[in-house]
């Protein structure tokens, strides 16, 4: 029944890197098609490394990983394989992550990625009904002016991005680094987001929302080491989009059932539940609810809440998220949920 439930409930997906959808096997597939030799004898060989000790010891794989993306058809079937999860886990708008520096330091132009995204979240968006936001995000390890030169190469697909955001090794790497490249998306009407608060300390998610004026945090689960953040955060509702399979495989948590999402909801934040790079941890964001449903014993009615924070912290306007909520309190009815 509850499994059903979390299937059944409409949800946005608000912490997906498009580029951590990757399988394995389309590694594989695409780099026979590039004539790119792998450092993996196979698919499995490969998922066998996927055993992290930490966020960069996971980037590192990553970043690799992405060498096999080299034409517009290989974005497009990355992007194609993402939304056909997506869709069958019951998501009805997503707004992904890329990472134009990955591609662009390789000598991969931003029409190559960007078409094969887009062409694909359109015929997505056709077969599956699933909406889309897309936010651009800036390598945080690279300079503070190789983000200003990203966002000025994006400018010409401008219309198609709402959001910018920060992503790659948090430590070392503070939200303050990056001020006037935010302040320059913002001054374009770009919204922002950054990753804060995962492996850095909850100054960061302080440094976003005053420095940078992020909408939303990334993971943000850090929080809890400062409790005026947390008063604030629920205050203010700002949302976290929190990745809980990552997490774990990162160890930012031990295990699940270490998890702070259950505290964090019940303190009245409004949290999210998304799956990160699913290619990379072992989920999509389904198989994230129901590992959280499991290791922390939420109620149907805290499920029902996910769901419908996804859809508020989602950059949808305000008449799309009220055909979703009311979609949502009608299919928790229907399953014999009690909602507010
Ligand atoms: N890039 C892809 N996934 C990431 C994560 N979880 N944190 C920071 N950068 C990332
Ligand atoms: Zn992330």
Request: net charge negative; hydrophobic share 45%; charged share 25%.
């Amino acid at each position: 029944m509850s499994t059903d439930l979390i299937t059944a409930l409409p949800k946005a997906e608000l912490h997906l890197h498009i580029e951590g959808t990757l399988e394995p096997e389309m590694v594989f597939r695409l780099a026979a098609r590039h004539g790119v030799k792998l450092a993996y004898d196979s698919v499995e060989a490969l998922r066998a490394a996927y055993d992290f000790t930490d966020l960069q010891s996971f980037l590192d794989l990553y970043y690799a990983g992405a060498d096999v993306l080299r034409d517009e058809q290989d974005f497009y079937d990355m992007t194609r394989a993402y939304l056909a999860r997506a869709a069958a886990d019951g998501v009805v708008h997503v707004e992904p992550f890329f990472d134009p520096q990955t591609h662009t330091a390789r000598g991969i132009g931003f029409e190559v990625f960007m078409s094969g995204i887009l062409r694909a979240l359109a015929d997505g968006e056709r077969e599956y009904g699933i909406s889309w936001r897309l936010i651009l995000c800036f390598l945080r390890h690279l300079s503070a002016d190789e983000a200003m030169a990203t966002l000025e190469a994006a400018l010409p697909w401008r219309a198609s991005i709402t959001a910018v955001g920060l992503d790659s090794s948090e430590r070392g790497h503070p939200p303050s680094k990056f001020v006037a490249v935010f302040d320059r998306a913002r001054a374009l009407g770009l919204l922002s987001v950054a990753h804060a608060g995962e492996e850095g300390p909850p100054a960061y998610i302080v440094e976003a929302l005053d420095l940078l004026h992020v909408r939303r945090i990334d993971h943000g689960v850090r929080c809890v080491e400062d409790a005026a953040l947390v008063e604030r955060l629920a205050r203010e509702r700002i949302p976290l989009t929190v990745c809980p399979l990552s997490n774990v495989k990162l160890r930012v948590f031990q295990r699940a059932a270490d998890h702070n999402l259950k505290a964090l909801l019940e303190r009245g934040l409004c949290v999210t539940v998304n799956s990160d790079d699913p290619a990379y941890f072992g989920g999509y964001v389904g198989d994230n609810y129901r590992a959280m449903q499991q290791a922390l014993g939420l109620s149907d009615a805290q499920i029902v809440q996910l769901a419908r924070n996804s859809i508020e912290a989602s950059f949808l306007d305000a008449a799309a998220k009220q055909r979703w909520l009311a979609r949502i309190t009608e299919v928790a009815t229907a399953h014999g949920v009690a909602t507010p």
